[in-house]
């Protein structure tokens, strides 16, 4: 990472701290108020050894008084510096937090396709507490060590100028060595960051296909990839410490020569121009306390290095590729709900075949339209496309005769309700996933639940609809969680409905239920249906079947029968299987 991406990332950083930055400010007075009292200690060491073996010297009791007066003042000034840095630290990671989701919210759904769930997790729930706390820890040492060091530095020159700048001669080599130890660490420790998320990534696999590993008796080959990915975490590791821990003995070893060097000089000074003991003591004692300060200075550069590293990959993440919307008309709601597609064309990054190749569709108002076709013939290209997921490399999309690309996303949305296989819920009540970013009405709620066939079921759970349903309803059974996907989706109560495949996972009579429900809103809802089995799609008003991105065939069950073509042939095809 080159020094103007530091800089850039330094600063981007600092937009987090800078709303707090009175947090910050007083931190930094309260640590200014600690450093000030360090040259005292010199001071009273310097006066002890000249003055105080008189006999007519301060009396004995003046010394535990200063010396625990001293430290109390030090104390104190250390405890509210301590506790005005964790205030603002906490506050700038809740904002840092929140930018990354607000960001992740925005993603294009392109990159959430490349994108692992726990590197996202591991970006917005640890990172940002991390990086602040390693740059916060920095910024204390800097504080609580630096500053005493500067102020330090100014007593040497107020004692003696001369032998001062002398000791400075050893600077240059101290930053040379410095800057090739965090050429090291920097390399070593974006290996670290990056074998880590991998680590990440596998144990979110694990979590999430606990079923598959078991099924496939695959438990002692996912512990040997987890050991091998774990040991290349603990390598990269431990390079990474072994290149910050040769930062101090180095640093150690060049201020030593220029330690010794000086304190021979200031030997011979004393010697030839006759000073006593009290200026030496002074200045020895202080160029020691300097010396220990900078020894922990030294070690600052490890974790500034790892935490511009991980900063790098969380600002990364905020400056992927966001969701274009740029639509401007707002659709009434409820729109009417008349869908079309006019020759459009789409072809997914990399692949060799468009998804949709000069598609023609409609999808009347208040009909219910079904789609059919084999693995890749387009169906779930046309749902992302009329959800505004993605857009089309030619043609339009027209929903009530406005192209969607000027209609606003949010706008464009709201029209929706989806019921897709592939089941989410939150980890909250069977309310709260029925609700979902809506207004609670318990009437309607009861209402959706019994059209879902789920009605007296959750009655029978311990909290009724306040029963939690666990993380993605993982109390619940596949055909459990599916009927309340479609409550949900009922719930929300758009003018174009979207299932796909919604009834996959229900038993005959739910599913039933499910389309004895369908068909009571038959007429005034936009309904679409992707189906496996042909049998929920027989009272549809229109069936397309794809093919390679094309239209094969359209017509009513019937019609597609009498025509004996693909529909045919796939009906046939299930009959046998049944």
Known sequence: MSPDTNVSVTRRLGQFVYPHRWGA?????AYIGAAATEPMI?????YAFGEGFAKDAFPLWMVPVTLIGLYLMRGLFGFAGQYLFNWTVTRSVMDFRAALVNALMRLDAQVYTRMQPGTAVSKVVNDPQQILQLVGDVGMSVLRDGLPALAMLGYL????????LLS????PLMALVMKKVNQRMRVMATRSYDSQLLLVNKVDDLARAWRVVRQFGAAAHERERFGAL???????NLKTATAAALAQPMSQLVASVGLSFIICVALWQARAEGTGVQAFAEFVAALLLLTSRLRHLSDLAAPLTRATVIAKGCFELMDAPKEVDAGTQELPRPAHGDLA?????????????PALDGLTLTFPAGKTTALVGASGAGKSSIIHLLLGFGRPDNGRVLLDGADVETLTRASLRRQFAVVSQDIVLFDDSVAANIAYAQPRDDAKLEQVLRA???WDFVQGLPDGVETNVGANGSKLSGGQRQRLAIARALYKDAPIWIFDEATSALDTESERAVQQALTAWSGRKTLIVIAHRLSTIRDADAIHVLGAGKLVETGTHAELLARDGAYAAMVRAQAGEA
């Open 157 to 164: 020159f107020f004692l003696n100028w001369k032998l001062t």
């Open 25 to 29: 400010l007083l931190t930094v007075l």
């Open 168 to 171: 400075l001669i050893v600077t």
């Open 230 to 236: 774990s040991q290349e975490v603990r390598r990269n």
């Open 42 to 46: 010199p001071k009273l060491i310097g």
């Open 341 to 353: 597609m006019q020759e459009v064309r789409l072809t997914y990054p990399g692949a060799a075949q």
């Open 452 to 454: 879902a066939h789920l």
